[in-house]
């Protein structure tokens, strides 16, 4: 089993993509509904795939001079979306377009301003 650290770890957006600075964390949601098409009679379930979706989040810190972070903070507030890519190691990359659906700055007593930030992928995403 291969383990990956977390050295190679890019979150990009834009057009061109470009990094966005100060990652804490970060995850990575894919999932795929599933219809129930069990009929009567049958003693077992039956499902077929439905839609995929994705989504992300994580906390960066805040730094609203730097182009990306000011980007998503504004892309939350006028509903439009971003092209975003996320390389978890040198073989995993996934690309989609998302809403940045939420945007929290926090601050607290001897520490530096961070956001959490969600995002939802619209469309297909990819991975590569």
């Known amino acids: 089993m291969a383990v990956y650290n977390t050295s190679g770890f890019l979150f990009k957006i834009g057009s061109p993509l470009t990094a966005v600075p100060g990652i804490v964390d970060a995850s990575v949601t894919l999932t795929l509904e599933t219809v129930d098409v069990t009929e009567i ?3 077992d379930r039956a499902f077929v ?3 995929r979706t994705g989504s992300a989040s994580g906390n ?3 730094d609203q ?3 990306q972070v000011a980007a998503l903070e504004s892309a939350v507030r006028a509903g439009t979306t971003v092209a975003c890519e996320f390389t978890l190691h040198a073989n995993a990359t ?3 377009t998302a809403y940045v659906t939420s945007w929290s700055p926090s601050v607290a007593v001897s520490d530096v301003v961070r956001v959490a930030f969600e995002l939802q992928f619209t469309g ?3 991975i590569a």
């Open 41 to 43: 009679g049958n003693a």
């Open 49 to 51: 795939n439905g839609i």
């Open 60 to 62: 960066l810190y805040y």
């Open 65 to 67: 001079g730097n182009a």
């Open 94 to 96: 996934i690309t989609a």
């Open 124 to 126: 297909a995403y990819t």
